[in-house]
């Protein structure tokens, strides 16, 4: 997938492009309301450099904020029509500001939309509420500056795809456990969904070889020896890495990934009032440490997610300088050590999977380890 070309496609279609971070925006709001949503999340191996970014932010920022940077005050830059961003982690912040002083040029009137998200318990009194008027704010906001008006039958509608997105990527994921799909093929389809519209997003799913007539059938149990890992992250390990897992005999049956699982698995049912909807989508979200407040539901449901499935360990690639992930592996790391849940934790630099034999050597010890 090329980021750029797939905007460039949608912009000759004559849709209005709008940029969002960090993982987890309305977009099923911004879909009803005529926009084309991507999600700036995991541009690595798309961005190679970080020249104009690095002015603006300390090297020890997370590849996340660097390379979204980039990518729009270079490549995306005359293509995006509106940037959207809610409250994550100091640095995604703070990006609006830069972003918006850098992207200002004469004959272009970029939006920027924000939103803010308590991190808090919703029983604290008046947080329902202060939410749903930010959502109602929103749609003021994004109706004013794009000339178009928020539809409760179309919004609906745009719920009821994303649904379906989701119901194919569980069963694709599935298909990954069961031997039928390769799970790099996964993982490309879905990070490649960060760039397509919804509708087209759906059709590349559907489109997985798992799917299709002459799919490949599982081998029998005797036949496999393949040892299932569940893997965990804030984005998926690199190509290479992926690579490595599988020829150390590993199989990926099972994912936490923040821009993977952690994305599409928990969608309320469409309701014609956006706050309403999104109070719940949030409220009920799976647990991440970038939503702070579902932190008390995120050792559960992380366990709950590795017994449902076939694994025998944890692999961690943790985003280097990502201070959501290193503040939760040490805890994750223990309450699954007291499981006797062999783990490891792969550190990911911004460079990607260059330099893997340190990281090859690491993987394939872990597989005996298991085997053992």
């Not at 308590?118 to 959502?135: C, H, L, V």
């Not at 490309?188 to 559907?206: K, N, P, Y």
């Not at 932190?295 to 280097?320: H, M, N, P, T, Y």
Request: hydrophobic share 45%; proline share 7%.
């Amino acid at each position: 997938m090329d980021p750029v070309g797939q905007i460039r496609m949608h912009k000759d279609q004559g849709r209005t492009i709008i940029a969002c971070f960090p993982l987890y925006p309305p977009l099923a709001l911004l879909h009803s309301m005529g926009l084309v949503p991507i999600v700036l999340w995991g541009l690595k191996g798309h961005v190679s450099r970080t020249e104009a970014a690095d002015p603006h932010l300390p090297a020890y920022t997370c590849s996340v904020a660097r390379h979204l940077a980039e990518f729009l005050l270079t490549d995306a830059r005359e293509l995006i029509d509106g940037i959207f961003m809610y409250n994550a982690c100091d640095t995604l912040r703070n990006m609006p500001e830069i972003l918006a002083d850098e992207m200002r040029s004469p004959g272009r009137n970029v939006g920027f939309f924000r939103m803010h998200l308590p991190m808090t318990n919703r029983d604290k009194a008046g947080a329902a509420e202060y939410f749903e008027n930010e959502i109602k704010a929103l749609v003021r906001d994004l109706s004013r500056h794009f000339g178009v008006r928020f539809s409760p039958e179309r919004f609906q509608a745009s719920v009821s795809l994303y649904q379906r997105m989701q119901r194919l990527a569980i069963d694709a994921m599935d298909r990954v456990a069961a031997g039928i799909l390769a799970f790099s093929d996964f993982e490309r389809v879905m990070q490649a969904g960060a760039f397509l519209s919804v509708e087209d997003h759906i059709q590349a799913i559907a489109a997985l070889p798992a799917f299709g007539e002459g799919r490949r059938v599982r081998r029998p149990p005797s036949e496999d020896s393949s040892i299932g890992v569940m893997i965990s992250g804030i984005l998926p390990p690199p190509a290479s890495m992926i690579a490595a897992v599988e020829s150390a005999g590993l199989r990926i049956v099972a994912d936490d990934v923040a821009s993977l699982y952690r994305s599409y698995a928990v969608m309320p049912d469409p309701r014609p009032d956006p706050g309403e909807y999104y109070r719940i989508f949030y409220d009920d979200h799976y647990p991440c440490p970038t939503l702070l407040y579902t932190g008390d539901r995120r050792i559960s449901a992380f366990l709950s997610r590795f017994a449902q499935s076939s694994a025998r360990g944890v692999i961690f690639f943790g985003e280097k300088f990502c201070e959501y992930e290193y503040f939760e592996f040490p805890f994750l790391k223990k309450k699954l050590a007291e499981k006797g849940i062999p783990v490891l934790e792969i550190d990911v630099s911004i460079d990607g999977g260059r330099h893997m034999a340190a990281h090859d050597s690491r993987i394939a010890a872990f597989a005996e380890m298991l085997r053992q």
